[in-house]
């Protein structure tokens, strides 16, 4: 293994071009992880029961991990960091909360729920 | 193949069948742990007639009432008598709650059995001993720690952070909870179990306390905080309705977020 990670190295600093779009990559998964807790915790809105609510925060928890992940593999990678927007679900709470009222009507592919055309809400 | 030896005196015996109460027409049955480690021998499920019509409400009236009519001799730990002080906690037909406010009418049909919070070492019948579950409380410091003088009258604290405690201050630290979970029989020497998390959790997000930072870093190892899976008994059996598992989270994204 240790030769094929010898070229690799070179390789991937030759190609700025394949560098960005990790970076890229990686901040879409951190944006993405913001909008799953979005929508993780729109889903809460209507049951607040015990075993459902931990398992929320569970869920919740995850995506952090992953966004911590994301952040620290950037890090590793030379990337900017400065643009990513860890634990900031709260700029996806309108749509969040309009694909669940959605989805309590019944209507589980609501084009609503399509969380690639969320977009942030700007801070007023 | 793994060869399991039983540790001695583990497996509970048929025991003795006290006589039912002379003219009672309400009887209910009650098959009760006993062990008396003075005595030597293995533990026994003892059964026990009860009048009902005479026994008053709740499982603590039940074993009151056999304590001072039937078999003097049963132990059991009680004070408060209305859910305050988590004294009575024992197992009630297979669940882990407070003798003194369960009622029979919450109990299943048909003979009802009484033990002592399970994995915990009996000191005597349904007498748990407690000790590690006290230490492990101890251990998580449940106290104000602050580095800043203390003010001339108290510490103060707007609405919303004093709502935050709402759902932890309310333990009665009976127990229950963390004689119920698997991963606590499991590693209860090094898991602290979900009370005493539930109290470190109360004292994380004190808005007025100072050691957050040193607390966490108490919690940092695979077991004291880690080995909760969410298996849910905590919430499901705690007498005061609270949510162990809940706070157990909440200190995991505590943890994430001071990496972050
Ligand atoms: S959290 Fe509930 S079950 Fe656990 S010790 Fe406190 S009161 Fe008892
Ligand atoms: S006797 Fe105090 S909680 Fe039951």
Redesign the pocket.
Known sequence: MKPAIFLLVPIMCALPVVAEERCQYLEDQVDQANKAMASIFADGITDNSAPRETNRQIKELNQKIKQQTAIQLAIAEGCDTSSFLPNDMGSYITPALECATEQLKGNYKAASCEMSNWTRSEEE | MVQLTLPKNSTVRKGKTWPKPQGATNLRQFRIYRYNPEEGGNPRWDTYWVDMDKAGTMILDVLLYIKNNIDPTLAFRRSCREGVC?SCAMNIAGRNTIACTKGFDDLPKGVITISPLPSQPVVRDLIPDLTNFYAQHAYVQPYLKTDTPAPEKEWKQSEADREELNGLYE????????TSCPSYWWNGDKYLG??AL?QAYRWLIDSRDEATGERLDDLEDPFKLYRCHTIMN?AQ????G?N?AKAIAKIKHMMVERVS
């Open positions: 988590g333990c009665i630290l009976c127990a229950s909870c963390s979900p009370a539930l905590c059996v705690c007498p005061k609270l162990p």
